[in-house]
């Protein structure tokens, strides 16, 4: 029962360029959405959220956007930089206070 | 900045040993929890941690595991009798009492079991 799905396994994006990462929900009862970012033999690194009662969030170069109807969740990364290439995790919390995340997509931004 | 610190980094044990995990969350944070990824896969929650004792676990989190919180400080993940598929990757994490799942993860302890 895969509750959060990240159906691209990787992307490659020229540096400079928008880097559109996607995720998708089953459960509509989560809370808040996060983006996590992982390195090589690094523990995930809390990137930016969004509260369910949103639809945008923006930090800096990230914005993360959440559709409630599609139960879609994206995170928008522009200008993206060669210190993006990462993998980035969706996630979703709900009472439980756990994170359920979602496989991974492999970012590389091409200098 | 705090941070959760993880030991150790790598252990490589035998088929059917006892391994215990440590870490040492952020100071001010009350709610912990232990994540896994096997190589190649996802992050996996195993067990949440508040008040000292368990409020959720998975079902990978079977009898072979526990967790404890002997000295108030460092948070111990044991698996009683190791198998080969619980080679992974052990993630420790921490976070406020606040309902945002922004938590904070340590680097990470290896286990590799032969």
């Known amino acids: 029962d895969q509750q959060v799905k990240q159906n691209s396994p990787s992307l490659s994006v020229q540096e400079g360029r928008i880097s559109i990462l996607n995720c998708d929900y089953t459960n509509s009862m989560f809370d808040y959405f996060l983006w996590y970012k992982k390195y090589p033999a690094e523990g995930p690194t809390f990137l930016i959220s969004i509260s369910s009662i949103k639809d945008k969030n923006e930090d800096g170069r990230f914005t993360v956007f959440l559709n409630k109807s599609a139960k879609h969740l994206s995170l928008h990364i522009v200008p993206s930089q060669p210190g993006d290439s990462a993998v980035y995790f969706c996630g979703s919390s709900g009472s439980a206070r756990q994170l359920t995340f979602g496989s991974g997509t492999q970012l590389t931004v091409l200098p | 900045e705090p941070e959760v610190t993880q030991t150790p980094s790598h252990q490589v044990t035998q088929m059917g040993q006892e391994v215990i995990l440590r870490c040492v969350p952020i100071?001010?944070?009350?709610?912990f929890y232990w994540y896994r990824q096997i190589l190649g896969q996802k992050v996996e929650f195993l067990v949440s941690f508040y008040n000292n004792e368990i409020s959720e676990k998975s079902e990978i989190f079977d009898d072979q595991f526990s967790v404890e919180r002997p000295d108030g400080s460092n948070f111990t993940l044991k698996i009683r009798s190791t198998k080969l598929e619980d080679s992974a990757m052990y993630f420790c994490?921490?976070?406020?009492?606040?309902?945002?799942?922004?938590?904070?993860f340590g680097e990470g302890s290896r286990l590799t079991v032969l």
């Open positions: 100071s001010n944070h009350l709610y």
């Open positions: 994490a921490s976070t406020e009492e606040r309902n945002t799942g922004e938590l904070f």
